[in-house]
């Protein structure tokens, strides 16, 4: 479909870190802007409206898993084109918090469908903001060139101190070779949303579009939630003076993607009006970075002390997550435009800005 300046979008989720950077850079590209979200507690402290949400969003506070908030909705609101971004986001709470976050991601988007085929409307497009969790430990290369997934690694591996696969390397994941094997229960909720949402899409003639994100940092990101955001727990432990604890040897690696190239992604597949070529993309920077070389980035920042490894290590835990980009730029036309320096020295001025606001004292 054309966007056309008539045209409504419903965004689930839509007041949280993602939704409210694509609020401001797309909203003035609809006629409505319509935001489904629960103010979910771990994420919103204060249960109020965020001030990053574009000031013509209309924000209807409800939980994706309620039907009785879905038919509501949609008696007053048919969407063109829908971003799926409500969901539970804790890896590693998933683990002991398995029906919660079934609930909201995998039977939250189901119930969207089926209120869709109550209402008698269903949307052009729909765009589900997937994860790289879907991958787990993804593709590894061994010495002689053989590739192979190693699937995750057991409690007695960690014990051990076995990191690594041995004798192997990793490779960047992409969602053209790398066959989905989380090793985390969001990770399988979120691989779910994308075979429902792709089955249902294919038999009611729906566009979906699915991207696979990897670790998304910046301005925005919740200073609160403890169970995601490395980058903003880093940042408040060096900015305490403290030295930043190491899981493991210090090596789990990352692909950090700043938010404002998130979005912009965002808007290229919103946007584009062209049959997708492939239907799943990766967004991430394209660059690994060890959380060794992030923590010391942002202890180098605040003249901390240099982080200490501590062979701590959570079970689930993936060694390596970064992916190619390749598919993506030349699908989208997209390009991420911040490496990691520059978008960590950014997050830093935000984080700055929001606690000296939380303490009262006056920004110069
Ligand atoms: N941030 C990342 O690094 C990252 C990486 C990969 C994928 N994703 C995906 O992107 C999406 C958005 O992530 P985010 O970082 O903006 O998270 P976020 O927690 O900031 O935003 C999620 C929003 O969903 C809302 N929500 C939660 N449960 C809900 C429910 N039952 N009903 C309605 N609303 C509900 C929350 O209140 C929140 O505003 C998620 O689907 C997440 O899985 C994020």
């Given amino acids: 479909m054309t966007v056309s300046s008539n045209s409504t979008i419903l965004v689930t989720g839509g007041a949280g870190f993602i939704g409210c950077e694509i609020s401001q850079k797309l909203a003035g590209s609809f006629d409505r802007w319509v935001v489904l979200d629960s103010l979910h507690p771990q994420v919103h402290a204060e249960g109020k409206r965020p001030e990053r949400l574009h000031e013509s969003a209309e924000l209807h506070v409800g939980d994706v898993t309620d039907p009785r908030v879905w038919d509501e ?8 084109v829908v971003i799926h971004l409500a969901a ?20 939250g988007t189901t119930q969207m469908l089926d209120a869709f ?3 008698g409307h269903q949307p052009a497009h729909i765009v589900l903001s997937s994860s790289r969790a879907v991958y787990g430990e993804g593709r590894w290369i061994r010495a002689d060139d053989t590739i192979f997934q190693p699937g995750q690694r057991t409690h007695s591996q960690f014990e051990t101190g076995q990191w690594d696969f041995p004798g192997a390397t990793a490779l960047p994941s992409r969602a053209s070779e790398t066959v989905p094997a989380p090793t985390s229960v ?8 994308e075979n429902i949402l792709l089955a249902w899409g294919a038999a009611h003639d729906v566009r979906i579009s699915i991207l696979r994100l990897q670790n998304v940092y910046g301005p925005g990101q919740s200073l609160i939630n403890s169970y995601t955001g ?23 690696t990352r692909d950090l993607v700043y938010i404002e190239d998130v979005a912009e992604a ?29 923590a010391r980035t942002i202890a180098d920042y605040y003249e901390a002390p240099q982080p200490h490894v501590s ?15 390749d598919d993506s730029r030349r699908v ?26 939380a303490e009262g004292i006056p920004n110069e």
């Fill in 230 to 252: 490395i980058v903003s727990l880093f940042s408040q432990w060096a900015r305490g003076g403290k030295s930043i604890p190491l899981y493991e040897d210090g090596q789990i």
């Fill in 311 to 325: 062979s701590a290590f959570r079970d689930g835990d993936v060694r390596f997550a970064a992916c190619n980009i």
């Fill in 332 to 357: 989208l036309g997209w390009t991420p435009q911040w490496d990691v320096q520059r978008g960590l020295a950014a997050l830093q001025v935000w984080i700055n800005q929001e606690l000296l606001t």
């Fill in 186 to 193: 969001y990770g399988s909720t979120k691989l779910a949303q």
């Fill in 266 to 294: 965002f808007a290229a597949v919103v946007t584009r009006t062209e049959i997708d070529p492939l239907p799943i993309l990766d967004i991430g920077s394209g660059v690994a970075t060890t959380i060794e070389q992030l």
């Fill in 117 to 119: 085929g109550r209402s």
């Fill in 73 to 80: 909705l949609l008696e007053s609101v048919q969407p063109d």
């Fill in 88 to 107: 539970e986001t804790g890896t590693a709470q998933s683990l002991y918090e398995a029906s919660r976050h079934a609930q909201v991601n995998v039977v």
